[in-house]
């Protein structure tokens, strides 16, 4: 048996859109005329995220100094991030065409998303794919991260794929792709910036998933 193992944050989910939409609600929900221009806040938010290497209570720590927030906390603000976010979470254009078409391969399909639980699952479920996941793994849940094989393994042997016949698709050059091909799978780097450089470690590249979709259909 073979699989296709996705990323969740840019590779089926439009985070950097997602975001861009909670932190725009979130800028006009703080009733509190200190957030005056939303734009800039939306924007400092974006910025200070940094494709969310920096975690949110760093993030509000600063947007409440720098846009002198009254009345609400690191905490408020993280909670109803966590508790929020879902709300915001779009697919990635082109996600569902790519997970049929490979389920129409008959591929089992999983996720392995670096991340906290249960935060992660929640964006994930609220993507509608889940009828099509056979597995979700996160890593704060199994207490290993991409790039380190032993997640993308425990992903294979928990849907009881062969490693070496299965597909990983990322937009990570390193988390991703290069942890993949350690863990001795086929590669598939899908990065949102058009700009962005090629990945030595992958063995195909699409900056559309609508160009993966077809890919995957006019193969065996
Ligand atoms: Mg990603």
Redesign the pocket.
Known sequence: MRAALF?????ILDRSGSLRDFANWQATEIPDSSISNTTLFVERFIELDQNGVVWKDKVYESLICEFNIKGYSVEDLLNTYLERFRDFCKPRHGALDVIQAFARKEYKIALVSNGKTPFQENNFQALGFNEFFDCVIISDAVGIRKPDKAIFELACKSINADISASVFI???PVA?IKGAKDAGMATIYVPTDPQQEPCRFADKTFYQLSDLAAHIEANK
């Open positions: 990323d969740l944050d840019e590779t990322g937009d990570n991703d």
